[in-house]
């Protein structure tokens, strides 16, 4: 049984604020990391992904891989109201097959 | 126009009847998935199909059906619905050789 942990939540930030995101993993053989965006009652969205250790930046996100502590992480900077959603960690699998999500953080940012 | 479409968006039904959920896409995808999701729960995956002739169960297939009728059509069929099948159900597609999906809106079951 693959397991995907996220703190629950609500994780509470500022506005312009950084907000980090956790999500630990227990399938050694996951290459593929996913986050998606989930706004209450809409469909995930992709936001990010990453295949190798380290760090990777888009815009104001920067996820970052960690494989040997199988630890993935998500940090947004100068968080916005709008940022306020669920934010789900989905490791793939490592046939490149299929995504086990976690259940997500709920993340609340306040003006 | 949406690049995955399910439809219908809302459903009520009662327990025993026959429903199909359907998913249609436009981003000219190999990879088609069916989820759950349940609060508390998460996404969970039911079936998945990397082409018109390929079939894989997921994590909780038992109660569920599908049909890949071509590339871009893929169906979920609840034969005999119960109320814990409530839940939101969600289509993805995907490239081939990669895990990344893309979701659609989503469709609203409940079983009375």
């Known amino acids: 049984q693959k397991e995907v942990e996220q703190n629950s939540g609500p994780l509470s930030v500022p506005e312009g604020a950084i907000a980090s995101l956790n999500c630990t993993y227990s399938?050694?053989?996951?290459?593929?990391f996913f986050w998606y965006r989930q706004y209450s009652g809409k469909s995930p969205e992709l936001i990010m992904f990453?295949?190798?250790?380290g760090d990777k930046e888009d815009g104001r996100f920067t996820a970052q891989l960690n494989k040997a502590s199988q630890y993935v992480s998500l940090l947004i900077r100068d968080s916005q109201p709008s940022d306020s959603a669920t934010y789900l960690c989905?490791?793939?699998?490592?046939?490149?097959?299929?995504?086990?999500f976690g259940k997500g953080t709920m993340l609340l940012v306040s003006p | 126009d949406a690049d995955v479409t399910q439809t219908p968006r809302n459903r009520i039904t009662k327990t025993g009847k026959r429903i199909m959920l359907e998913c249609s896409q436009t981003?000219?995808?190999?990879?088609m998935y069916w989820y759950r999701q349940d609060p508390g729960l998460g996404l969970r995956l039911i079936y998945y199909?990397?082409?018109?002739?390929?079939?894989n169960k997921g994590e909780i297939s038992d109660g569920y059906s599908v049909s890949r009728q071509a590339q871009a059509k893929f169906s979920l069929s609840l034969e005999s619905a119960i109320p814990n099948q409530t839940a939101l159900y969600f289509c993805?597609?995907?490239?081939?050789?990669?895990?990344?999906?893309?979701f659609g809106p989503g469709t609203r079951l409940t079983v009375l």
């Open positions: 990453i295949y190798s250790n």
């Open positions: 993805a597609t995907g490239p081939p050789s990669s895990n990344e999906q893309f």
């Open positions: 989905a490791p793939g699998d490592s046939g490149y097959s299929t995504l086990t």
């Open positions: 199909s990397f082409d018109v002739k390929d079939i």
């Open positions: 981003k000219g995808h190999d990879r």
């Open positions: 399938d050694r053989g996951s290459q593929s």
